[in-house]
């Protein structure tokens, strides 16, 4: 499954990756503005939590300081999951409520079939290998669990995360456009990485630590592969369409159902079945 395909440099990626992670646990003002920048009150975090009854047991993937430990109904066990330390340092001198593990999401340290629920909220772009972390994710949930996630999606080809040169932005268009197609007639499974984040060399503005440019119908089949059952699929634009030729073009292209609903964030909710099944997937770097 993992890795299936051709794979980015393994020592360029576990090099990012280390180099990331540094980033993230020298940086207490990175999870300051990412709870700042995603209040309580964005409506996906509240749609999500919404999906929660009360009395779930339920790991946070990608938990940040763990501010979703804030809004939980009543009388469910939190489990904040993350790779930096300093988020779950904060999160514990900031009085959080539940626990913490340390570590990377594709590889979870929970026992197969044992959670309620897996919620993780923007943090899909930052996973280097989404299709390993989504798996984890839903193996962990028993039958009938929810994955809950929220993150950024550029499901247009030509709209890409800061943490990749603005210059490339035709070569990356073409060749996202050409990977969407192929997926469309060969229904093999892909997703877009980002090889040299450019928060690594130019430091922070939001999403410039993306290393997956993530595709929400790209999701949905792959969760639909793994064989979840998608409840919940819709994006929550960051601010409305431009005005003139721009706005005009999106509304058009809004109307293909490949891109119809890959603005902003995206919002996915989806229950895991009784199987599970391994799903082979390509990480092709952009
Ligand atoms: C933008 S923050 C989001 C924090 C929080 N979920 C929120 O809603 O504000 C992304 C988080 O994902 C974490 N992260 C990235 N890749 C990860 C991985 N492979 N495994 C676990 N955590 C990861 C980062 O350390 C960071 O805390």
């Given at each position: 499954?993992?890795?299936?395909?051709?794979?980015?440099?393994?020592?360029?990626?576990?090099?990012?990756?280390?180099?990331?992670?540094?980033?993230?646990?020298?940086?207490?003002?990175?999870?300051?503005?990412?709870?700042?920048?995603?209040?309580?009150?964005?409506?996906?975090r509240?749609?999500?939590?919404?999906?929660?009854?009360?009395?779930e047991r339920?790991?946070?993937l990608?938990?940040?300081?763990?501010?979703?430990?804030?809004?939980?109904?009543e009388?469910?066990?939190?489990?904040?999951?993350d790779?930096?330390?300093?988020?779950?340092?904060?999160?514990?001198?900031?009085?959080?409520?539940?626990?913490?593990?340390r570590?990377?999401?594709?590889?979870?340290?929970?026992?197969?079939?044992?959670?309620d629920?897996?919620?993780?909220?923007?943090?899909?772009?930052?996973?280097?290998?989404?299709?390993?972390?989504?798996?984890?994710?839903?193996r962990?949930?028993?039958?009938?669990?929810?994955?809950?996630?929220?993150?950024?999606?550029?499901?247009?080809?030509?709209?890409?995360?800061?943490?990749?040169?603005?210059?490339?932005?035709?070569?990356?268009?073409?060749?996202?456009?050409?990977?969407?197609?192929?997926?469309?007639?060969d229904?093999?499974?892909?997703?877009?990485?980002?090889?040299?984040?450019?928060?690594?060399?130019?430091?922070?503005?939001?999403?410039?630590?993306?290393?997956?440019?993530?595709?929400?119908?790209?999701?949905?089949r792959?969760?639909?592969?793994l064989?979840?059952?998608?409840?919940?699929?819709?994006?929550?634009p960051?601010k409305?369409?431009?005005?003139?030729?721009?706005?005009?073009?999106r509304?058009?292209?809004?109307?293909?159902?490949?891109?119809?609903?890959?603005?902003?964030?995206?919002?996915?909710?989806?229950?895991?079945?009784?199987?599970?099944?391994?799903?082979?997937?390509?990480?092709?770097?952009?």
């Amino acid at each position: 499954m993992s890795g299936a395909g051709r794979k980015p440099d393994d020592g360029a990626v576990a090099d990012n990756k280390r180099r990331l992670a540094a980033f993230w646990d020298a940086s207490r003002d990175y999870y300051r503005m990412a709870a700042a920048a995603n209040p309580e009150a964005a409506p996906e975090r509240r749609v999500l939590l919404g999906y929660l009854e009360g009395g779930e047991r339920i790991l946070d993937l990608g938990c940040g300081s763990c501010e979703n430990a804030l809004w939980l109904p009543e009388g469910c066990r939190y489990i904040g999951f993350d790779v930096s330390t300093s988020a779950l340092v904060m999160a514990n001198e900031e009085g959080r409520p539940g626990s913490r593990l340390r570590g990377d999401g594709e590889t979870l340290p929970v026992a197969d079939g044992s959670l309620d629920a897996v919620i993780s909220t923007y943090a899909l772009e930052h996973f280097h290998e989404p299709g390993a972390t989504l798996y984890e994710a839903a193996r962990v949930l028993k039958p009938g669990g929810l994955l809950l996630l929220v993150g950024s999606a550029w499901d247009l080809p030509y709209e890409m995360p800061p943490s990749l040169e603005p210059r490339r932005r035709l070569e990356v268009t073409l060749r996202r456009l050409g990977r969407q197609l192929l997926s469309l007639v060969d229904r093999r499974h892909r997703f877009d990485t980002v090889a040299e984040p450019r928060v690594l060399t130019e430091g922070y503005v939001p999403d410039a630590d993306a290393v997956h440019v993530a595709q929400s119908r790209q999701l949905v089949r792959y969760l639909e592969a793994l064989g979840l059952e998608v409840l919940e699929h819709r994006c929550l634009p960051h601010k409305p369409d431009p005005s003139g030729l721009r706005g005009t073009l999106r509304r058009l292209l809004r109307r293909i159902p490949l891109w119809s609903r890959g603005w902003g964030n995206t919002l996915l909710v989806a229950r895991r079945g009784a199987k599970l099944e391994r799903v082979a997937y390509r990480l092709l770097p952009l």
